[in-house]
């Protein structure tokens, strides 16, 4: 980067329907304090709720042209980049060159290839949802964020859809029973899943693989599902679920047919990262399930955990509604792009210092969220899935 002011451009998300922008108007101030100057293509958030006056007035400079933002920027803020964006994501390679940084969700273990096409741009890419999850990390924790969102729309998409009623009432016309909602996986979508279903009256409870989410699930006022499996490897250094064997797979879902059944409603939320989502719930349970319940399935961009799931759809199998929902965090575009954006100006203001943006490799937050620079694939993990050997000190191939 030269010299002057580092010039952050925030384009129009183009994803079909994605409404979230990078950067709202109330983080302009902290970039620019910090020696940038940021620039926001027009209209580039009036699906979020945020207006071109709004920015103007803290500090930002309006363009018309998406071509002009990548053309002037040194860095790019991307809600869904290439990768993260299977739409539309590649139209904007040839707009991107050699030493400009882009930073945004990328999905470079699941879609490893486009990680390959953005190296050959000489474009330095951070991938967000690869911010280690340290604790001095975790205000740059975009992932986590915009897995809140996703389960707390996850309840209220199943709500809609239910037949019944979730809290139990006492009335004239006599008592409503409450609804019975099940949540597989608890992470940090499925905790918000929880909490917003709990919230809304229903009984729940909750099922995952690694034995720590037990206190976690009871904090909430949900009862923990217990299954008599061999857990003991269920969670990675990282904190993430680790994938199991095939056979563990099978005996938990013979395990969970019973919990399945007695289900109003589930939510599911199981992923692995870099791999294709585990079947937790066969097309077996879902037929053991009554008419009207609700399958809500955050898994189905990665195959779903529901055999049933079909991304981007919804289906009815059985007499049960199985909504294969894709980017529910889009659905609160408002909320969702204030959240992401403090996320991403955190990771910002850590990465520049005397206003220059630096990718030190001695920097953890850095090494763990770059996957291509100087015209390679740099990250670890996403070579191997690649299968290209590791590079040397100076940047070749081994």
């Given at each position: 980067m030269g010299g002057g002011a580092l010039v952050i451009g925030v384009p129009q998300e183009s994803f079909p329907g994605e409404r979230r922008v990078a950067l709202v108007p109330a983080a302009v101030p902290a970039l620019v304090k910090a020696g940038g100057e940021v620039l926001v293509q027009a209209g580039a958030a009036d699906g979020a709720?945020?207006?071109?006056?709004?920015?103007?007035?803290?500090?930002?400079?309006?363009?018309?042209?998406?071509?002009?933002?990548?053309?002037?920027?040194?860095?790019?803020?991307?809600?869904?980049?290439?990768?993260?964006?299977?739409?539309?994501?590649?139209?904007?390679?040839?707009?991107?060159?050699?030493d400009q940084v882009l930073i945004g969700f990328l999905r470079p273990l699941g879609s490893p290839d486009t990680v390959r096409e953005l190296a050959a741009t000489g474009v330095s890419s951070l991938a967000?949802?690869?911010?280690?999850?340290?604790?001095?990390?975790?205000?740059?924790?975009?992932?986590?964020?915009?897995?809140?969102?996703?389960?707390?729309?996850?309840?209220?998409?199943?709500?809609?859809?239910?037949?019944?009623?979730?809290?139990?009432?006492?009335?004239?016309?006599?008592?409503?029973?409450?609804?019975?909602?099940?949540?597989v996986g608890v992470g940090v979508a499925g905790l918000q899943a929880i909490a917003t279903a709990r919230r809304l009256g229903a009984v729940v409870s909750a099922y995952d693989v690694r034995p720590a989410a037990r206190e976690q699930v009871l904090s909430l006022g949900a009862r923990f599902v217990e299954l008599p499996l061999e857990t003991a490897d269920a969670e990675d250094a990282g904190g993430y679920a680790r994938a199991q064997d095939e056979s563990f797979y099978r005996r938990q879902r013979?395990?969970?047919?019973?919990?399945?059944?007695?289900?109003?409603?589930?939510?599911?939320?199981?992923?692995?990262?870099?791999?294709?989502?585990?079947?937790?719930?066969?097309?077996?349970?879902?037929?053991?399930?009554?008419?009207?319940?609700?399958?809500?399935?955050?898994?189905?961009?990665?195959?779903?955990?529901?055999?049933?799931?079909?991304?981007?759809?919804?289906?009815?199998?059985?007499?049960?509604?199985?909504?294969?929902?894709?980017?529910?965090?889009?659905?609160?575009?408002?909320?969702?792009?204030?959240?992401?954006?403090?996320?991403?100006?955190?990771?910002?203001?850590?990465?520049?210092?005397?206003?220059?943006?630096?990718?030190?490799?001695?920097?953890?937050?850095?090494?763990?969220?770059?996957?291509?620079?100087?015209?390679?694939?740099?990250?670890?993990r996403v070579r191997e899935a690649l299968g290209l050997g590791p590079l040397t000190t100076d940047g070749k191939e081994a």
């Open positions: 709720g945020y207006t071109d006056a709004q920015y103007a007035e803290k500090g930002a400079q309006l363009v018309v042209l998406r071509e002009e933002v990548f053309a002037r920027a040194d860095v790019v803020l991307q809600v869904l980049g290439h990768g993260a964006n299977d739409k539309t994501g590649r139209a904007d390679l040839p707009l991107l060159r050699r967000v949802e690869l911010v280690p999850r340290i604790t001095r990390a975790q205000s740059m924790d975009a992932l986590t964020a915009m897995s809140t969102v996703a389960g707390y729309k996850a309840v209220l998409l199943a709500a809609g859809t239910l037949p019944r009623m979730f809290p139990m009432l006492m009335t004239a016309a006599g008592t409503v029973t409450p609804a019975r909602v099940l949540i013979e395990l969970m047919t019973r919990v399945v059944a007695e289900s109003d409603v589930v939510i599911t939320t199981a992923v692995v990262p870099g791999r294709k989502a585990p079947v937790l719930v066969t097309g077996e349970m879902v037929r053991g399930m009554m008419p009207g319940s609700v399958i809500v399935d955050l898994a189905a961009e990665r195959g779903g955990n529901c055999e049933l799931t079909r991304a981007y759809e919804t289906v009815a199998a059985h007499g049960v509604t199985i909504i294969g929902a894709v980017n529910l965090a889009g659905t609160v575009p408002y909320h969702a792009s204030q959240m992401y954006a403090r996320t991403v100006t955190a990771f910002m203001l850590h990465l520049v210092k005397d206003g220059a943006l630096r990718l030190d490799p001695g920097d953890e937050i850095a090494r763990e969220t770059l996957v291509t620079r100087g015209g390679e694939v740099v990250h670890p």
